[in-house]
Each structure stands twice: as C-alpha cells, then as structure tokens.
T-cell receptor, first 112, second 114 residues
C-alpha cells in the first residue's frame, strides 16, 4: 500500500518563481527521500533526510521534515524550465526496512 | 559507467502471452526491485530481492514472477495471469539489503498489451 501522499497533484509556475511540494505519510520512518522523474524516464534521487534531521539543503533544493506532523516539504528556488518533471517522496519505514514506499507525485510545470 | 540497464524500452504483447523484462546492474548492489507505474500514479512494488536466489513479494505480485540467479540480474516475467499488464515498469537497486540510502533506477520498460 502506498503511504506517501503529495500535495498538490500538479503545479504550474513561471521561471524564477519558487515551487513548494508537500508530502504526508502515515507511519514511523527512518528517512524520507525525494526523487525526480522526467516524462517517460526513470527516477533520479534528489535528496535524503533522516528522521532526526529537520532541514536539509542541496543546491536550489530545500527539504524540511516534521515527524510530529508526519510531513515533509520540498522547495525548489528560482525554478527553471528544466525543472519541469514529476517529483515523488519516498519513505523508509522503521518497521519494514526492506523497501521504500512511494507517494503519488507532484507534476511540476515551469513555463519560460 | 555504472548503472542499471533495462530492456526492451518498449514492448508490445498480445493477450495470453508471457513476456520477460530484463534488468541488469553493474553497481555491485545487493538488493534489486521491480516497480510498476500507471499513468499519473506513484510506484507500486511488485517484487524485490536482497540476495541471490532469494526474493520476496511486494504489494502487487499477482501475475508476475522473478528470478535472481546472479547478483547483477533480476528479470521480471509478466504472465498471462496478470489482468491489466499495460504499464511502465521500473527496475531499481540499492547498495544494502536494508534500505538506508537511495535507490538507483533504470530508464524503464513500457509494456503495452494489444
């Protein structure tokens, strides 16, 4: 069963604007990861945040994690047309360390 | 270059036929995974393998079969028992048997049943 739910399902912005995507999950996690998928391609790992971390940065990406609310957000600053893709969160669970559970994804469209 | 290679990229199948999707990795990763993705949906786990000659069912294993005879290979067979096989199939690997880090994905195989 899928655990993560992303919000919004779709997001359209202009180049230069910031994009924020949210992920909620249901059970205790070890880590939460964000992936990017260009249309018709495989997923590419973006960033991992562990359950004892609250915020992490990588280039134009900023991820926050609130374990009390069981939620995470991914912020992409100064978006570019090349950021157009689907973004998925995935959780590594405390009680089942064999696999990641993926959310339903946010489709981001960045207009030039 | 190290990575995961899936083939074929596109595959068409008639109803009632079995098809096998190939997944090969040269990353020396222990664990490998097969996911199914339907349009506009997230990924659902079909099967995974943490060690050679062993594999476990995921959330939607019915109608699928796998083997792990070699560390670098994890083929997926979509059988005629799979009621709705048209989908995008993704293979992935992780360095450890227990997921503590990222998954590495192939470029996917798109299966269409005619």
């Amino acid at each position: 069963s899928q655990q993560g739910e992303e919000d919004p399902q779709a997001l359209s912005i202009q180049e230069g604007e910031n994009a924020t995507m949210n992920c909620s999950y249901k059970t205790s996690i070890n880590n939460l990861q964000w992936y990017r998928q260009n249309s018709g391609r495989g997923l590419v790992h973006l960033i991992l945040i562990r359950s004892n971390e609250r915020e992490k940065h990588s280039g134009r990406l900023r991820v926050t994690l609130d374990t009390s609310k069981k939620s995470s957000s991914l912020l992409i600053t100064a978006s570019r047309a090349a950021d157009t893709a689907s973004y998925f969160c995935a959780t590594g669970q405390v009680y089942n360390t064999d696999k990641l559970i993926f959310g339903t994804g946010t489709r981001l469209q960045v207009f030039p | 270059d190290g990575g995961i290679t899936q083939s074929p990229k596109y595959l068409f199948r008639k109803e009632g036929q079995n098809v096998t999707l190939s997944c090969e990795q040269n990353l020396n990763h222990d664990a490998m995974y097969w996911y199914r993705q339907d349009p506009g949906q997230g990924l659902r786990l079909i099967y995974y393998s943490q060690i050679v000659n062993d594999f476990q069912k995921g959330d939607i294993a019915e109608g699928y079969s796998v083997s792990r005879e070699k560390k670098e290979s994890f083929p997926l067979t979509v059988t005629s028992a799979q009621k709705n096989p048209t989908a995008f199939y993704l293979c992935a690997s992780s360095i450890d048997r227990i997921i503590t880090g990222e998954l590495f994905f192939g470029e996917g195989s798109r299966l269409t049943v005619l």
